[in-house]
Each structure stands twice: as structure tokens, then as C-alpha cells.
């Protein structure tokens, strides 16, 4: 069996919604974020993902999108083709795209994925593009965050904080 290559798996809104957009036959999962330093914490978090449907979807912040919303100094430190490549390295990843705006959910809604997924550190209510899904008939899952991982405290100990 052909896997694709990382290049093959990033791909243009209008190309992820020909492979994996309405109507579909497949479940389709769908994630995002900026992932920048990706960790353990992110690997475990996107296989828990990808085992919610036939198909995972990541969204990824621009690095124009990931600097307006970085939570510590200058983000991001991966540029967004390099983290979008990394991602899309990962066999739970079937495909990654981009996204400039703050939130994703112009992405959601066009995609309206099966299930809308995001980590522990979210409440339900939080989740940009939940009420979209759940119209539309699909779900939202919080997974739980791996205790000890987050790129924040990965940062502050490269910085030498801790």
C-alpha cells in the first residue's frame, strides 16, 4: 500500500474539501491549532483524534494568525509550511491545512467535519465552530491533555524558566 508523502498531505481549503467535504462517505475528524513545537502531548492527542473517525483533518494557524494569538513572547518559532509538514509526516494525519484567520471556523463551517475535536485545557462551550457541527449533525469530543506537555512549559525550559 502507497503512503502519501507529507507534501501530498498539505493541502489548499479547496483541495481538502474536494477529498473530505459534503457529501462524504467516510467520518471525518477535524482539529486545530498552531503546533508549534510538537510534542509528545500533540502526537497522543492527535492519534486519540484520529481514532474518533475514517479521516483526520488539522487545521493550522498561519504564522501571521499564530503570532496575533501567541499566549508567550514571539510565536510562532516553527514556520507554518515547516509545522504543516511535520504534521502531516504523522500517520494519523490524512490531511493539514492552513488558515489565516483568528478562528477556524469559516474552515469548519465549509467542512463541517463528523466530529469537531480539541483538547483538554477547552471547555465544550469554548470550542469555536461546535454549534456549526452540532447543527449540521455532528459532534464535539474534548480530549484530555497529557499531564506534563505543553509547548508553553516547553519553552520556558529551553529559556532556562523552568
Avoid: Q
Wanted: proline share 5%.
Amino acid at each position: 500500500m502507497s503512503v502519501p508523502t507529507p507534501d501530498r498531505k498539505v493541502l489548499t481549503w479547496e483541495e481538502v474539501l474536494r477529498l473530505h467535504g459534503r457529501p462524504r462517505a467516510h467520518r471525518v475528524v477535524f482539529t486545530n491549532g498552531c503546533f508549534d513545537l510538537l510534542h509528545r502531548g500533540h502526537a497522543a492527542y492527535l492519534n486519540a483524534a484520529r481514532a474518533l473517525g475514517d479521516a483526520l483533518v488539522v487545521g493550522v494557524n498561519t504564522d501571521a494568525s499564530a503570532d496575533r494569538l501567541a499566549k508567550e513572547g514571539s510565536r510562532p518559532l516553527v514556520g507554518e509550511k515547516d509545522r504543516a509538514y511535520v504534521l502531516a509526516s504523522l500517520a494519523c494525519v490524512d490531511a493539514v491545512t492552513l488558515f489565516d484567520e483568528d478562528t477556524p471556523l469559516a474552515l469548519i463551517s465549509a467542512l463541517l467535519p463528523d466530529v469537531l475535536v480539541k483538547g483538554g485545557d477547552y471547555t465544550p462551550e469554548a470550542i469555536v465552530g461546535r454549534d456549526v457541527v452540532e447543527a449540521a449533525g455532528g459532534e464535539t469530543v474534548v480530549i484530555p491533555t497529557v499531564e506534563g506537555y505543553s509547548t508553553t512549559a516547553l519553552l520556558r525550559r529551553i529559556r532556562g524558566g523552568g
